[in-house]
Nanobody, 126 residues
Framework: QVQLVESGGGLVQAGGSLRLSCAAS????????MGWFRQAPGKEREFVAS????????YYADSLKGRFTISRDSGKNTVYLQMNSLKPEDTAVYYC???????????????????WGQGTQVTVSS
């Protein structure tokens, strides 16, 4: 079992940057696929980015490529989401997720992740 705690959200002006962090408990961080998802008010939770256990496979939502970067630090049991050139439409609650059984084919699917953090609010003002 793993517990996830997100941090780093906040209020930023359009064009600004934020880096989200997700700290995972436990000693088996390297065995988990990690993902970031977001949910805006009135919308479904959507895929943002995911990274495989060893970091060899990284996926992004097509609309976010070039602005967002996911990375992981096994020494710190933490996964990051660097968000640049933020837009008002990026406003959402951002969630970190983890799963130890995912195949690469399922890394974009929120329903496939077993563990979730509580979320961190990101608000981008125009």
């Amino acid at each position: 079992q793993v517990q996830l705690v997100e941090s780093g959200g906040g209020l930023v002006q359009a064009g600004g940057s934020l880096r989200l962090s997700c700290a995972a408990s436990g000693r088996t961080f390297s065995s988990y696929v990690m993902g970031w998802f977001r949910q805006a008010p009135g919308k479904e939770r959507e895929f943002v980015a995911s990274i495989s256990r060893g970091g060899a496979y990284i996926y992004y939502a097509d609309s976010l490529k070039g602005r967002f970067t996911i990375s992981r630090d096994s020494g710190k049991n933490t996964v990051y989401l660097q968000m640049n050139s933020l837009k008002p439409e990026d406003t959402a609650v951002y969630y970190c997720a983890a799963d130890s059984q995912l195949t690469t084919a399922a890394m974009r699917s929120p329903g496939e992740y077993h563990y979730w953090g509580q979320g961190t609010q990101v608000t981008v003002s125009s």
